[in-house]
């Protein structure tokens, strides 16, 4: 009986101590994604079967979901550190491991998060000639990324400062063709486009990128002279991704809570 209590005893402790070290790397950004994750699957989940394979709410859902695990597993493999030796040792076993979990974003973050946004404004465009310039933008990146990961020339454990160039401008050029279409598209000449939840996803859409674009140009430069200062100029874009985040949680509640779900634009 005492065994099972000193086991029980570790077994708090050690847990204790990795929550402590788990939300003190990034609490207030940490807790904002879990609830929002939480909102967005209960919201998703209030939907009625035909509106959950809507591309309107399922996109949103997708990258709500694809931020909460990436989030979460870059902070397990910062916290663990050995863990990303199955990445290093597997793929890159001569490569400097100086970066640890940056795989984590490049692959997550960095590509498919920014492919899914491509993919949300793409949707939200209602010209196909606009929607086809979309497409062919996200072939293109794609394929140069698959390329020059493949290669070794940009391996995704190291900074891949082509690849955020294409990725990061990508989502800034396709929030531009938005907001063209924005205005030139007969169907927002009747309706208000304050009211609609594809104005604000794009409008962070396009802050969020445009920041992060910034930073990522001179991330090496930073990393090497300035850590700290790297550090802290990502909390801007970390507000950003919360804001943006609000807006898709918030499309997702729309039509459970009547916001504005009869006044939105949405495509098959």
Known sequence: MQGNNVLQSVFYKNCMEFLIKFYGINPYYLLSVEILAFLGFYF??????????????????????????????????IIFKELNGVVYDNLYP??????????????????????????????????????????????????????????????????QPTIFFLFFGSNIIASGIYFIDLLTSPDYLDINPLE??????????????????????????????????????????RILSILSSVTLVATLASYKLKWKSDKQLIYV
């Open 44 to 77: 998703f989940l209030s939907l009625p079967q035909n509106k959950r394979k809507q591309t309107f709410y399922l996109l949103p859902f997708t990258i709500v979901s694809l931020i909460f695990v990436y989030e979460h597993l870059g902070t397990v493999t």
């Open 196 to 237: 609609q939840f594809s104005f604000w996803q794009a409008t962070f859409i396009l802050f969020y990128f445009s920041m992060i674009f910034l930073i990522q140009v001179a991330f090496n430069y930073l990393w090497a002279n300035y850590p700290d200062l790297l550090t802290s100029l990502y909390h801007f874009p």
């Open 94 to 159: 001569n490569h400097s491991r100086d970066l640890y979990n940056v795989w984590v974003y490049n692959i997550f973050s960095n590509q498919i998060g920014c492919v899914l946004y491509l993919l949300l404004l793409r949707y939200h465009i209602k010209s196909p000639k606009k929607k086809k310039i979309i497409t062919i933008l996200i072939g293109f990146i794609v394929s140069i990324a698959l390329v020059l990961e493949v290669s070794g020339m940009l391996p995704i454990v190291d900074s």
